[in-house]
């Protein structure tokens, strides 16, 4: 639902104006008062009552405080903990990705249903085809008993009047892990053993259900204090607060925001495709007999759990763009503090672990930044300009968007190595994903470079994004051709 301005979209982006401005203000005791001024009355504008409505925006204010959810049974302000959040520091626990339970519809699991539709034709070919006899034919009309169903989905794809339907759990669709399950009361519920945090399910729910923890609060804190902080933006920024809001007006408003500077991701981009053009040409096919992208996190972890112990080793040991720009950022100045600004909501889970979390202190995502911005009422009208010579290669940028960092890679193989060719394959969206990795771990994919992204569309169509994904590469292909530079070997020879 990117780029789609919804009531939940609303919802969220007051949660983030609102905390940013508690943040600001220092007016820390008005956390309990928040639900009132978003929702606002005595009369239900979302739900079947207006508490209900306060009690859910009050839940998803302390997951953008970073705080743990409250059980619905019992009773405590939401200010309770909230002096833990008052810091500079790291606060949030795991679980990354929380339901909020009164707030799930309890939708139905996966069935499927005759529509209206039906014109109860002489044919029936959907009680044909059925292998359990599932559907029967009442008054002329196909109906489908769900007790005998296996939700084989013949009968649908046989009718010729497309009368059957297919319904699913909007977050269940959209995890491409089978993560989500229910409780004993029919709500969704997440199973962490399975969960890869890619948000898809937070941004697929019409119910805002789905919220992840946010650490606004910690970082506005920080902006304001004597701490140096610099932030790192991922390139599937451009476009994503509107029109007015260019690459070099992105930046000034950021410095505006008090941070000390600004680097692009894909400037870690560019080193990461060396690395892993070099792992590439040293290691396949001769000690591994394919090599896995690693700069998604989500796909990464999943990579290897398909794979299996033997072959996890297939998946790149090069840093992710975050963690290498703030390496960067650090060897400059190993005080100073680095925010990863992006699209995605589990590079805070990769933030979170103890490799890296020396060098990535926050993580927000490009909403949560809107919300930041809204709450300083920064203006995107006023010039500005970037420094050439800071800019990524058109590679790095082109990250991004999926299949940017197997053509990035490749383009510095063929720097060293003219000659040489490098088969690809490459998957976006987890279910798509899980397949290509089958025929890896069958053989299929020996001497490949294989590039998995978690979302669809690559980095853009992240969970945290604001525009829809389809719009989002555009912009990023034109700012990858804007750069002066292909990869990283150009911008070293000049």
Known sequence: MRGIYTPVVQIRRQIFKKVAQIAFSGEFDRVDQLPYEIIKGEVASYRESVFKERAIVAERIRLACGLNLRSAGEHAPISKDFGKAITTERVFELPLINVIPFACNSCETTCYEVSDNCQGCLAHPCSSVCPVKAVSIVNGKSVIDKEKCLKCGRCADTCPYHAIIKRERPCAAACGVGAIESDELGRAKINYDKCVSCGQCLVACPFAAIADKSQ??????????????????????????????????????????????????????????????????????????????????????????????????????????????????????????VCFIGPCASKKLEAFRRTVRSDVDYVITYEELMGILAAKDIDFTEEAEMNPDDAASSTGRNYAVSGGVAAAVVSCIKRTHPDKTVLIDRAEGLANCKKMLMLAKAGKRNGYLIEGMACTGGCVGGAGTIQAPVKSAALVKKFAEESPYENRFDKEQK
């Open 216 to 337: 606004i609060l910690q970082l506005i804190l920080a902006l304001k204090s004597d701490k140096k902080v610099i932030a790192e933006v991922a390139p599937a920024f451009v476009g994503q607060f509107g029109p007015l809001a260019t690459p070099a007006k992105v930046k000034a408003a950021l410095l505006a925001l008090g941070f000390a500077d600004v680097r692009e991701v894909a400037v870690g981009a560019d080193d990461v495709s060396v690395s892993e053009a070099e792992e590439f040409l040293e290691r396949v096919p001769e000690e591994l007999p394919f090599l896995a992208t690693s700069c998604c996190p989500s796909w990464s972890v999943f990579a290897k759990s398909v794979l299996g112990e033997d072959l996890s080793k297939c998946v790149s040991m090069s840093l992710t763009p975050m963690v290498a720009t703030a390496r960067k950022i650090k060897e400059e100045d190993p005080n100073v503090r």
